[in-house]
């Protein structure tokens, strides 16, 4: 009874706290993300005051915040909208891997960790987070823009890609045969085809099976459905994130509609829990060795990042201005690579131990300054500068006929 106690008390204030965050945050035109995750770091691990009750709720309100934030980005498009621009954006995911994953694994190689710790590295700066991505593009009201389907499209990728680079990388951090590594990535590839072809060709029928009229029924359905089908990803070495996108994506009509509005305030608060979360489990005494060289790579990586978001809307023929929309946007860092540090920090042949500590720091700077980074085009002055460029870009007006006489 004492332990349910503290834990409410621990939950409800911090709670409380970031609703005041929140509100603190709009009121100045920011996005509340990086207030969230100062949050945690002030009552995690090292902190000033830490909460030790409650990070067992967290950690769990944490994955469900993740589910829906990729839950509700796949209710905004159907599956003939995913496959359309998935097909278009595969050259941009393949300059995505390369102008993303090399620097990272360049860097650990520059830094004498080997080549074991530099495959980790090249996944810890290949993935944009999903969970902040999906938030910043709520909160600035960019879901319908133009841009908006290429950076789904580059995440959607990146996402399926971790499906088949996951159990690699657990293969080779456990030192397991050619075999077994094999095997995990088949099951991988097969669990996603399946998710995917059920999503394109069955979901009309779990549309149907769900009823629209009904909110209770409909909340607690598409929530439920949601939740097993990550689950059951996460369970075969998929991303749970691919499962709830693809649930998203095979809901339709009526249902997806109310769907959005039903799960929109949950979606609100486990996002928020999500953002807590990777500050509490964060200890800011770790970081300042590994700062510099974190400051390094992430300045280095998010200009690769805006660079492959610019070239990938220029070919889907976005103008300027989305161009840099989409690119600015892609700069954070997340859960996949949190992830990805945290199964070398639990390999079963020993890692550089600085690898951890180092991957913390870089998404921590990149998941501060990308929601910053993503509101630049919206301000006065970059819109001026795009304005300056187009002017100097524009072919001179002819000279009127007889005026060089």
Known sequence: MHETTILL?????????????????????????????????????????????????????????????????GLEYSANELVGNLRSAAPAGLIDAVFNALPGFAFALLL?????????????????????????????????????????????????????????????????????????????????????????????????????????????????????????????????????????????????????????????LFAAVFFVFFGLVTNPLDMPPVLLPALLLAVVTMATKVATGYLAARRAGIAEPGRWRAGLALTPRGEFSIVIAGLAVAAVYPVEPKLAALATAYVLITVVTGPLLARLPDSPWFKQWLRTRAAAARPPAPLPLGSGD
Do not use: C
Request: net charge neutral; no cysteine.
């Open 9 to 73: 008390i621990e939950v409800g204030a911090l709670l409380l706290l970031l609703g005041l965050l929140g509100r603190l945050s709009r009121r100045f035109g920011v996005s509340p993300i990086p207030l969230y995750l100062l949050a945690g770091l002030a009552f995690g691990h090292g902190g000033l005051l830490p909460l030790n009750a409650s990070e067992e709720f967290f950690a769990v309100g944490a994955e469900i915040g993740v589910i829906l934030l990729l839950v509700m980005l």
């Open 112 to 268: 004498g960790w080997g080549w074991v710790a530099a495959v980790v590295l090249a996944g810890v700066t290949w993935v944009s987070s999903s969970g902040v991505i999906a938030k910043v593009l709520g909160d600035l009201g960019r879901v319908g823009n133009r841009e908006t389907p290429v950076i789904l499209s580059v995440l959607v990728i990146e996402d399926l890609a971790m499906a088949l680079y996951l159990p690699l990388v657990t293969a080779l951090l456990a030192g397991v045969g050619l075999m077994k590594g094999g095997i995990a990535l088949a099951i991988a590839v097969f669990t996603v085809v399946v998710v995917l072809a059920v999503a394109i060709r069955y979901g009309h029928l779990i549309s149907a099976a769900l009823s629209a009229k009904d909110p209770e029924a409909l909340l607690l359905g598409v929530l439920g459905l949601t939740l097993l089908v990550a689950g059951v990803a996460a369970k075969l070495q998929v991303s749970a994130a691919v499962g709830a996108f693809l649930v998203g994506i095979a809901l339709s009509g009526p249902v997806a509609h109310h769907a959005t509005e039903l799960l929109s305030p949950l979606r609100d």
